[in-house]
C-alpha cells in the first residue's frame, strides 16, 4: 500500500511539473525590456578602483568570519552554560571554521583584484614609456 502510494505521488509530482513547464514563455518570447539598446561595452574599472575593491573584498572577508567565530564563540559559551561540552567545542569549532572559510574567500577574491590592478597600473605605464619613445 505504501510503494502504491509512493508512486501516485511521484507521478502526481511529475504531472505538476510538466504543466507549470508549459505555462512558461519561450525563449524567442521578447518583452518591452529586452528591446531596448544596449550599451556596445561595459566601462572597465581603472586600475587604482580595482585594488580599492579589491581591498574592500578583503575586509568583508575578514568582517564576516569575525562575525562567524562570535557567533561559535557565544554558542558555545552558551552550551557550556548549560553543562553541553561535546557541544560547545562542536560551536566553537564551527566558528574557528567560518573564519578561516570567508577570511581565506575574501582574501583570495581581494588579492586577485589587487593583482589585476596592479597589472593596470604597469600596463599603463607601459603605454607611457612606449608614447615618450614614439615621441623623441
Known amino acids: 500500500m505504501k510503494l502504491g502510494w509512493r508512486v501516485m505521488c511521484l507521478i502526481a509530482f511529475s504531472f505538476a511539473l510538466a504543466v507549470s513547464g508549459w505555462g512558461q514563455t519561450g525563449s524567442n518570447h521578447q518583452t518591452a525590456d529586452s528591446q531596448k539598446t544596449e550599451k556596445p561595452g561595459k566601462k572597465t574599472r581603472g586600475p587604482g578602483k ?38 560547545a567545542g562542536a560551536s566553537v569549532g564551527k566558528g574557528v571554521g567560518g573564519l578561516g572559510k570567508n577570511v581565506t574567500v575574501g582574501t583570495g577574491k581581494g588579492l586577485g583584484k589587487v593583482g589585476k590592478g596592479i597589472g593596470g597600473e604597469f600596463k599603463k605605464l607601459g603605454r607611457k614609456s612606449n608614447a615618450k619613445k614614439q615621441a623623441g
Open 50 to 87: 580595482e585594488m580599492g575593491k579589491g581591498g574592500e573584498d578583503i575586509g568583508k572577508g575578514v568582517a564576516k568570519g569575525t562575525g562567524d567565530l562570535g557567533k561559535g564563540t557565544a554558542g558555545g559559551i552558551g552550551n557550556l552554560a548549560h553543562g553541553n561540552i561535546g557541544g
